[in-house]
């Protein structure tokens, strides 16, 4: 006879496990770890911390720093947003991405805040976070 955990396979499995991003120590002195709906942001936050080309094996992984030397204009805001949205659906398929906008704060004109609101596929949670891109337009 199988136990109730054999036949059913974790719920939270899909969501993920795995060292925190970045790295750090537990209280314990060893690596910390995350899992679930933390493991889906870090794994959001490093697509966005990672530029293209940047990892050998997976040229196509990371998202916008290639727009890091754009000009600070609704152009650039516009395809930031774009890219992002592009990256996210491809390369994070435990959510859904639902809405992704772009604000300049009032007197920081290469301040740019990404918001971005998405589901959990797996227990269909809708959150957010805002990621802060700096524009810092090339002389």
Do not use: C
């Not at 754009?70 to 152009?75: D, I, K, V, W």
């Amino acid at each position: 006879m199988l136990t109730p955990s054999a036949r059913a396979p974790n719920p939270r499995a899909f969501r993920g496990a795995g060292l925190a991003f970045p790295l750090a120590i537990d209280p314990r002195g060893k690596l910390a770890t995350a899992q679930a709906e933390t493991k889906i942001e870090q794994a959001i936050w490093l697509i966005l911390s990672t530029a293209k080309r940047e990892r050998v094996m997976r040229p196509d992984y990371g998202g916008i720093h290639d727009l890091v030397f754009s000009p600070s204009n609704p152009q650039t805001v516009s395809r930031v947003i774009d890219q992002l949205r592009r990256a996210l659906v491809s390369q994070e398929p435990r959510i859904d991405v639902l809405d992704v906008t772009g604000e300049v704060p009032p007197g920081e004109p290469n301040l740019l805040l990404l918001r971005i609101d998405y589901r959990i596929r797996e227990n269909n949670a809708v959150t957010n976070m805002v990621y802060p891109f700096f524009v810092t337009e090339g002389a």
